[in-house]
């Protein structure tokens, strides 16, 4: 089955910029889609088809897929992004959603 | 607006079973496809099944042969009927609705999940 990398914590201060990256076998073959988790609470939705965003996600969420690494990327980080991503891919050769293990990004 | 509320969660005895529902509303769930999620505590999120809108249903191999998902067109609701259960199925399930991504691909039509519900808590101990 296919299997997405993420790096368990990133760290950064308010005002700059989070990169959160998601690694698997040519994931830039892939569709990938990110969500935000905060604790207790469901997950959303920020990212989706490697970089759209739904309505009402901030344009300083973006995202970038190429290789075998996507990005989601979080400029000007706010106290309020700190949370849980999650990075997901659907394999259709098995009709399975896989996720990534998920980042948990910490504003200092 | 589209909402999905789950219930049936509770504490189950290992070997158990366990029926989660999924009332759907602004949208028709036999027209789109679903899907059932789980979070052990503390831990990240695992897909476990999904129902297409044809019928056709898939399972993680974690819970091939002893979950069934399925739905009420009726009802506008989903299921997910857990059986034999074990202390590491113990998760908050979320129901989701899926949709299509736009961006064709080598690999196939992707999927992500748009909607998610609140959650279950389903605790498997003796």
């Known amino acids: 089955s296919y299997v997405l990398t993420q790096p368990p914590s990133v760290s950064v201060a308010p005002g700059q910029t989070a990169r959160i990256t998601c690694g698997g076998n040519?994931?830039?073959?892939?569709?990938v889609h990110w969500y935000q988790q905060k604790p207790g609470q469901a997950p959303v939705l920020v990212v989706y088809?490697?970089?759209d965003r739904p309505s009402g996600i901030p344009e300083r969420f973006s995202g970038s897929n190429s290789g075998n690494t996507a990005t989601l990327t979080i400029s000007r980080v706010e106290a309020g992004d700190e949370a849980d991503y999650y990075c997901q891919v659907w394999d259709s050769s098995s009709d399975q959603g896989v996720f990534g293990g998920g980042t948990k990004l910490t504003v200092l | 607006e589209v909402q999905l509320v789950e219930s049936g969660g509770g504490l189950v005895q290992p070997g158990g079973s366990l029926r989660l529902s999924c009332a759907a509303s602004?949208?028709?769930?036999?027209?789109?496809?679903m899907s059932w999620v789980r979070q052990a505590p503390g831990k990240g999120l695992e897909w476990v099944s999904v129902i297409y809108s044809g019928g056709s249903t898939y399972y993680a191999d974690s819970v091939k042969g002893r979950f069934t998902i399925s739905r009420d067109n009726s009802k506008n609701t989903l299921y997910l009927q857990m059986n034999s259960l074990r202390a590491e199925d113990t998760a908050v399930y979320y129901c989701a609705r899926l949709s299509a991504a736009g961006r064709p691909t080598p690999t196939g039509t992707s999927y992500y999940f748009d909607y998610w519900g609140q959650g279950t808590l389903v605790t498997v101990s003796s």
């Open positions: 602004g949208f028709t769930v036999s027209s789109n496809y």
């Open positions: 040519n994931i830039g073959s892939k569709s």
């Open positions: 088809d490697d970089s």
